[in-house]
Each structure stands twice: as structure tokens, then as C-alpha cells.
């Protein structure tokens, strides 16, 4: 199912409906899954929606015949970024092409690294809608490339240090 059916699925679901009418504020904000060094899908699409007021993120996850929800938490940003929007009429890459962009660079953009398995999140990031692709290196970096979810074309790239070594 296309991440438009599964979002409309969820809107349908009367988890959701009980949900929004305590939340009217709340929009949706991200879809999230962890992939495999290959960038195959490791988990279901979660879906989230932040409430501005309180600063909290609700995530919904498909369950046999329905949507789970997990309980509202803090969301993962610094202090003076918001959390954006996520319109889905301006996502025209879908998934797999995303990951297909991402995969076809790795090699070039990260050479020296051996990448172990990640996440991907589809947001919009300083009103850019974007497949946010994160890897953890054997060497405990992790790696990111941001993939344009309208064109397809690598956004940006950068490998960041997870651990500070203290000299």
C-alpha cells in the first residue's frame, strides 16, 4: 500500500477519529520506517502527528485490522526548529525510487565507510519535503543523505560523529 492509502486508512480508523477529536491541532508530521543496509524496508510505516501545543508527537502503527498508537512523547529537534508539515501532495518520489537515488550514491558519497542498517523518515525539513535516509557506520558515525521527495535528486549529504572522543 502507497503511503497516501495507508495515511487515508489511518484518517478512516476510529482510533484515530477519537484520537483527532481530543487533537484538533495536531497535523501530520513524518512517516518513519528502519531499513536494512540494502534499503529494504525493515519495519511497518510509522506514522506521526505533532500537537504544537503541547510539543508532542502521537505516532500511529498499523495493527492487524487497525492502527495502534503509541503514546504521545517529546520530539527529537532542537529547541528553536519547528516541526513541519507533511503534505503529501508534494511527495511525487515515492520510496522506492527515493531509496533507489540513495542506494545508486552511497558508494561515492560515503567511501570510506562500511554502513550497517538505518531509518528513513519522510518529513518536510525547512519546507523541503524530503526522504531522510540515517545509517550507522561500523565505525559508530552515522550517515545521512537527504533525498528531494519532489524531484529525486540528492538534496544533501554529511557523515556525523556519534561518539566525541576526549583527547
Known amino acids: 500500500m502507497n503511503l497516501q492509502g495507508l495515511h487515508q486508512s489511518l484518517v478512516k480508523s476510529a482510533i484515530f477519529k477519537k484520537w483527532r477529536a481530543a487533537h484538533q491541532e495536531g497535523y501530520l508530521s513524518h512517516f518513519f520506517s528502519s531499513v536494512s543496509t540494502q534499503l529494504q524496508q525493515k519495519t511497518a510505516w510509522e506514522i506521526g502527528y505533532f500537537n504544537p501545543s503541547p510539543q508532542k508527537i502521537t505516532v500511529f502503527l498499523p495493527a492487524e485490522r487497525s492502527f495502534m498508537i503509541k503514546q504521545e512523547d517529546d520530539v527529537f529537534k532542537a529547541e528553536t526548529s519547528t516541526v513541519e508539515r507533511l503534505e503529501l501532495e508534494a511527495v511525487a518520489t515515492d520510496f522506492e525510487q527515493a531509496a533507489k537515488a540513495c542506494q545508486q550514491n552511497l558508494a561515492s558519497l560515503f567511501p570510506q565507510d562500511s554502513l550497517g542498517d538505518g531509518f528513513v523518515v519522510l518529513q518536510n525539513f525547512l519546507g523541503k519535503t524530503q526522504w531522510n535516509f540515517t545509517f550507522v557506520t561500523k565505525s559508530l558515525k552515522f550517515a ?11 538534496d544533501s549529504h554529511q557523515l556525523v560523529e556519534a561518539v566525541r572522543r576526549e583527547k
Not at 144 to 154: D, F, H, L, P, T
Open 144 to 154: 545521512n543523505v537527504k533525498v528531494n521527495a519532489a524531484s529525486g535528486e540528492i
